[in-house]
């Protein structure tokens, strides 16, 4: 089971509260927030390689507020197109610059703008100029049609009101034969009608 | 998420991996009553 936004939500409101909570995120990452933060909590829960994380700018790595791990579905092909979606501070991004390699692009998608900055000066910090940011709404992404070996996202597809444009989007932007690999929430229960309100647990 | 995916036109979509996310926050007692996780995702165009 997946979320799916209740019709009586604000969306308007939900992409606002989304934007503030990772604006806070990206300011202070060791703030009081409902999720982990940091390079240790990806390592110790969702698997990734400490020492590669430690090797990255601390900029990029601080803020990053994953749910999954998208590196351990498949690898990467060297030289390939990536996008990441909601690419938060783009720890993600880092990692899939080095794999991919400086014949490849990895292009970062996301909407706030504190983010971005983190992202955009990791990037550089690390030396990966083969990897952009770039300042969209997730469902209107900047990326020609058929362009895109490997979609990756990293917690983010749950936060999209309307998960169905964004997934056809998402088609839209991957070649044929390309995929998508990426982490997200999953629900095991019904939730209750005051929890599918609580704009709270969506910025999470 | 996968019949979505589906919807969507992927093929052999799936869930594989999943993590206990919320495990230490100050969720961890909501994530655990909806059995909330991560979880990862691949599927092909």
Redesign the interface.
Known sequence: M?IECPVSLDREKLKSEVRATYAKVAENPQGEF???RGPEYAAR???YDLAELNALPQIATAPFA?????F???SLPPGGAVVDIGSGAGMDCLLAGRRVGPAGTVVGVDMTDGMLECARAGANEAGLHHVRFEKADITGLPIDSGSVDVVISN?V?NLAPD??AL??E??RV????????????????E?SED?RNDID?WT? | MIEALQQAGFRSARANHFFDSFSGTTKERVARKYEVRGANFIAHK
Not at chain 1, 66 to 70: D, E, I
């Open positions: 997946s409902h999720f982990h829960l969702l698997g994953g749910v999954g791990n998208p351990l579905m498949d917690g597809i998960k169905a997934l056809t998402l088609y991957v070649k044929p034969g390309g995929r998508l690999q990426f982490a997200d929430i999953v629900v095991g229960r939730l929890a647990l999470g």
